[in-house]
């Protein structure tokens, strides 16, 4: 008769998953897409095993991704709050991923890859809202673990375009 609050919690997740399963694959993506991207360029500018290492990481984290997607469409998941906290570590893994290249792969004296990194994690982060649509806060953890090291990292090394790309990246958080 009456729907208790645990109840209308459950109903609020349950719509939540179902606004992420449908830009899943857009997730999954954009991941590949901006990976493969920035490879292509780092490769220029850090050692093979390092940048097909860090790539071969994020493809792999975007396939999990998919397989959970599919374990869950499958019905095989015990709730749908177990979904979510696989989403979760999914989807903070990869913005770890993401914040791994401003300590490893950028070179700040190179301002071609600071700003393609800085395209590219832009866009990326920006996709990323589509997909986690409902979840705020992770939404929120994620472009922050992708773009803030970035901003650090030019704050204590890039000298020439510090301030300015400094206010880009506070303009897009």
């Known amino acids: 008769m009456f729907q208790t609050s645990e109840d209308n919690n459950k109903d609020y997740l349950h719509q939540l998953i179902q606004l992420y399963n449908k830009n899943v694959y857009a997730g999954v993506i954009g991941v590949i897409t901006g990976a493969s991207f920035l490879a292509y360029f780092y490769l220029e500018t850090a050692p093979y095993s390092l940048v097909l290492s860090w790539y071969l990481i994020l493809i792999l984290l975007s396939l999990t991704r998919l397989i959970i997607y ?35 792969f950028v070179d700040f004296a190179n301002q071609k890859i600071l700003l393609i990194s800085l395209m590219v ?9 589509t997909t986690m649509a409902g979840f705020t806060r992770l939404g929120f953890a ?11 990292m030019n704050q204590l090394y890039n000298k020439e375009i510090k301030i300015e790309l400094s206010i880009g990246i506070l303009i897009y958080l």
């Open 70 to 104: 599919k374990i869950y469409k499958s019905g095989n998941f015990f709730s749908d709050e177990s979904y979510r906290k696989a989403i979760y570590y999914n989807i903070l893994l990869t913005a770890l991923g993401w914040a791994y290249i401003s300590f490893i």
């Open 121 to 129: 994690l832009s866009a990326v982060s920006a996709g990323s809202m």
């Open 142 to 152: 994620y472009i922050s673990l992708s773009i803030l090291p970035l901003l650090i």
